[in-house]
């Protein structure tokens, strides 16, 4: 089972106090777009093993959005931080490469492409 502590609120929730909303740092095309960036978006990601950036909504509590950082293939949580950030915050991001050497987030966002 999943926990993930709500930036906002300040409470550790296990994920049936959550929904999941998909990955974060991407663009999401929405009305407006063409039938194929649409179809891009939605069908043609890349869906890596490893650390993924993840949106997720406290919905039993505080109702808020925020990002998590976690491992798809141990499920390790590496951290959570607000929803309002373009990037995660450097020392989350030194907190994983601490833990997965080799890895870095400009290659992570490479592989969204």
């Not at 959550?18 to 999401?28: M, N, S, T, W």
């Not at 909504?57 to 293939?73: D, S, Y």
Request: glycine residues 10%.
């Amino acid at each position: 089972m999943l926990i993930l502590h709500c930036p906002y609120c300040g409470v550790d929730a296990d994920e049936t106090e959550l929904a999941a909303g998909g990955q974060a740092h991407i663009k999401r095309e929405t009305v407006g777009s063409s039938d194929g960036d649409f179809e891009e978006y939605m069908f043609m990601r890349q869906n890596p093993r490893g650390v993924h950036f993840e949106r997720w909504r406290h919905v039993n509590g505080c109702g808020k959005w925020f990002h998590a950082a976690r491992c798809t293939t141990t499920l390790e949580v590496f951290g959570t931080y607000s929803a309002q950030t373009l990037r995660p915050p450097q020392d989350l991001l030194t907190h994983i490469t601490g833990k997965r050497p080799g890895w870095s987030f400009s290659q992570w966002l490479e592989t969204l492409s």
